[in-house]
C-alpha cells in the first residue's frame, strides 16, 4: 500500500461542518453534535476517495500567537470574542455557543479513531501543518480551506492541498501548475501574493490598490517581494509610478507581513504514531461508548468503515 499522510486543518474542518450540518443532530442529551457528525463524514469521504495510510488532525493550540500581533495588531482580531465593546480577552476567539461543547467531543472522537491530534504551543495549526509537510518522508495531502496553506504545495515532494473552500462536494485538488492555472503565481510565491492582496478574513490589509492582478504582474516581473520592495525603492527601476508608489507606501507593513503570512516550517513535532490501523478491541469498545453517549450512530459507522479499508 503506498504510504501518503493526510494532515486535517482541523478547525477549519468542524467550523466548515458546523455550519454545513443543521443544529437539529443532537446527542441523547440534547447537546447539538453537528459539528462532529459532519466532521466524521468528512474523514470518511477524505479517507475512501484519497487513501492515505496515515491521518494527523493539526490543532490550534494558539489560535492567534501574540507574535504576530505584535508585527500586525489587526491580525484576526475581528475574530476575537468579545463580552462587551470594551471589555475583550485576545486570547479567546469567537466561536459559536453551539460549537463551543463540540470541539471537546472531537477531540476524544479522533483519539478513539487512532487519529493523533497534534498542536504546538504558541504557534496556529498552519504552523504544525507546514512543519509536518515540509519535513514528512512520503507524499502529503494538506486538506483545509485556508488559502494561505497554498504555499506548502511542493511538486518535488508530493505536497498537494485538497482545497475545501468550494465545500465538499466540489473538493479541488491543487498542486504547482494547478495553482499557477488558477492564480498565476507558483507555490513559492504565493505568501508574498497574499501579504500584497491582503486578506479581510485574517486582518491583512494588503497593499493599498494593489489587487489580484496587480500583485500576480509584479510577482512576474520581478520574481518575489524583496525584488519588489527594492524596485521601488530604486529610482532606476522600470517599475511603473503609480506601482510604485503603492509599494514604498506599504513599506512598513510589508517588512513584517511576510513573517505573518508564512506559516512555520520548522517546529519540534512531538513522537507520533498516525498510520491507520485496526481498532483494538479496547478501542472499539471505546467508539461504541462514545457512539451511544453522543448519538453519532450513522456518521461514526461511515468513518469507521472508510477507516478500517485502509488499515495496515
Not at 471537546?104 to 496556529?124: D, F, M, N, S
Amino acid at each position: 500500500m503506498p504510504e501518503r499522510r493526510m494532515l486535517l486543518d482541523t478547525a477549519g474542518l468542524y467550523f466548515r461542518a458546523f455550519y454545513g450540518v443543521p443544529d437539529t443532530m443532537r446527542a441523547p442529551n440534547g447537546m447539538p453534535v453537528n459539528a462532529v457528525r459532519g466532521l466524521l463524514d468528512m474523514i470518511a469521504r477524505l479517507a475512501s476517495e484519497f487513501k492515505p495510510t496515515e491521518i494527523v488532525a493539526c490543532w490550534d493550540d494558539d489560535w492567534r500567537p501574540q507574535w504576530r500581533v505584535d508585527l500586525i495588531p489587526t491580525y484576526k482580531s475581528h475574530r476575537v470574542a468579545q463580552a462587551a465593546p470594551t471589555d475583550a480577552d485576545p486570547s479567546i476567539e469567537d466561536v459559536p455557543d453551539l460549537l463551543t461543547p463540540q470541539v471537546a467531543v472531537i477531540r476524544e472522537v479522533l483519539g478513539a479513531l487512532g487519529i493523533p491530534v497534534i498542536g504546538a504551543a504558541h504557534h496556529e495549526a498552519d504552523d504544525v501543518l507546514g512543519s509536518l509537510a515540509s519535513n514528512a518522508v512520503m507524499p502529503v495531502d494538506v486538506v483545509t480551506g485556508d488559502r494561505d496553506l497554498f504555499q506548502l504545495i511542493d511538486d518535488s515532494r508530493e505536497v498537494r492541498v485538497i482545497y475545501t473552500g468550494r465545500g465538499m462536494s466540489r473538493l479541488e485538488i491543487l498542486t504547482d501548475a494547478a495553482l499557477e492555472t488558477k492564480y498565476g503565481v507558483a507555490p513559492t510565491q504565493y505568501a508574498d501574493f497574499a501579504a500584497m492582496r491582503g486578506d479581510a478574513s485574517d486582518g491583512l490589509p494588503g497593499v493599498a490598490g494593489v489587487g489580484e492582478k496587480t500583485a500576480v504582474a509584479l510577482l512576474s516581473r520581478y520574481g518575489n517581494l524583496d525584488s519588489i520592495v527594492a524596485a521601488a525603492a530604486d529610482p532606476a527601476s522600470d517599475m511603473a509610478a503609480s506601482a510604485r508608489a503603492k509599494v514604498r507606501a506599504a513599506a512598513d507593513y510589508l517588512t513584517v507581513a511576510p513573517a505573518v503570512v508564512n506559516v512555520v516550517r520548522t517546529l519540534a513535532m512531538p513522537e507520533f504514531d498516525a498510520r491507520i490501523r485496526a481498532s483494538t478491541p479496547a478501542q472499539a469498545a471505546e467508539l461504541d461508548r462514545l457512539c451511544a453517549t453522543w448519538g453519532l450512530e450513522s456518521s461514526m459507522h461511515r468513518a469507521r468503515t472508510a477507516l478500517a479499508t485502509r488499515a495496515g
